[in-house]
């Protein structure tokens, strides 16, 4: 298959000069647009959602292939982390130093989203229909993001028959690792009410701490699971624990925490947060739980065998099929058709002087246009 896209470090370095954390707008999405529409697509921008998690502004651009040919969607983000400080050169100044490529969003995920233009511009019209699903708020609450643009996507009959997303998946090599799923994450908020007093006096005050800790050491010591087919064991972590007492006096009225649970495919968020709110009752305390995604997989078959053909073309190497990590917005489109992620080496995502190899830029266009041409028939 002879698919030659076009070089993809000036597209990168555009969309990395635009900063964009968190939540994204404006400026970078009028970069991609203007990289897309002189490729034949039509471009839709929308803002959803109030504050305090949005306005967000998400892009869809769909090029509309023969009529009743298949729809292949690639699906990413441009928001970044912030930067932070003590970088070598400034983060939203792309700089080439050697063969990296340096500034926010080189890996996390500006240099994919570049890569799939670059794909997109080599794959024919007539191979079939491409689309673009770009939030503006993956590192973010994500709330009115990719879910926005589901529903965009849904009112327009729009929706695609497979999806890519971009997300940097290689650890060591590029193509060294695909996922065909993510585990699920809830976050659970713990209370344990007393009444404050004088230390002194502790029979004329209720203290929570002893209560928050006891359940904070059964939570801790629950064994949820010890893994399935496809995943690694859930895991529960504790995140943080409050008190807020200036005092060294006087017997706090509250005490609080906060827990993390990454749960494998055995369990539903709901599920654990009734589990974990049943224990905290029982200490006296409340819990309340924001269930961020649940746990899915793509279990391999054509689309993952497409995906891993592709990247052994063009690496020699056979991507490892993983659950690991993270969640990402996989989570919400893989409820629309099959999704698998594939991107850039991981090493340097959200750390200062994040950076990409150049020439993994250009392999990963070339691997982004094989799956794309390969799905839509060519």
């Not at 990409?356 to 266009?365: K, S």
Request: aromatic content about 6%; overall charge negative.
């Amino acid at each position: 298959m002879s698919l030659m896209p076009p070089p993809v470090l000036p597209l990168a370095e555009a969309l990395m000069a635009c900063p964009s954390v968190t939540p994204a707008t404006g400026l970078v999405f009028d970069c991609l647009e203007g990289q897309l529409a002189p490729l034949g697509f039509s471009v839709h921008r929308f803002v959803a959602g109030e504050a305090p998690d949005g306005p967000v502004e998400n892009l869809f651009a769909v090029r509309q292939g023969p009529e009743g040919s298949r729809h292949f969607a690639f699906a990413g983000h441009l928001d970044v982390v912030p930067p932070g400080e003590g970088w070598t050169s400034a983060p939203f100044l792309p700089e080439v130093r050697g063969e990296l490529l340096h500034g926010r969003g080189a890996v996390d995920m500006k240099g994919a989203i570049a890569a799939m233009v670059a794909a997109a511009a080599a794959v024919p019209v007539e191979a079939g229909t491409l689309s673009f699903i770009i939030t503006g708020d993956e590192e973010g609450p994500a709330r009115f993001g990719t879910v926005a643009l589901i529903k965009h996507m849904r009112a327009a009959q729009a929706l695609p028959d497979l999806c890519l997303v971009g997300e940097p998946t290689s650890q060591h090599r590029l193509g060294d690792m695909m996922k065909i799923g993510r585990r699920g994450s809830v976050n659970i908020w713990l209370t344990v009410e007393g009444k404050e007093g004088h230390v002194a006096y502790p029979h004329l005050a209720d203290n929570p701490a002893p209560r928050l800790v006891a359940m904070l050491a059964e939570l801790d010591a629950l064994e949820l699971d010890q893994g399935s087919d496809w995943f690694q064991p859930s895991n529960l972590e504790i995140t943080d624990i409050a008190i807020g007492n200036p005092a060294t006096n006087v017997i706090p009225p509250r005490a609080s925490a906060r827990i993390s649970i990454r749960f494998n495919d055995r369990h539903t968020g709901q599920g654990l947060a009734d589990r974990v709110a049943e224990i905290a009752a029982r200490h006296g305390g409340t819990a309340r739980a924001v269930i961020s995604g649940e746990a899915f997989i793509t279990l391999p078959g054509d689309f993952s065998a497409m995906v891993a053909r592709a990247v052994e073309a063009e690496t020699g190497l056979v991507p490892e099929a993983s659950t690991t990590g993270g969640t990402s917005d996989a989570r919400f489109l893989r409820a629309v058709c099959p999704v698998i992620e594939f991107g850039l080496c991981n090493a340097t995502m959200h750390k200062r002087d994040e950076a990409v190899a150049v020439p993994d830029l250009d392999a990963l266009a070339r691997i982004y246009a094989r799956i794309a041409a390969e799905a839509l028939g060519v």
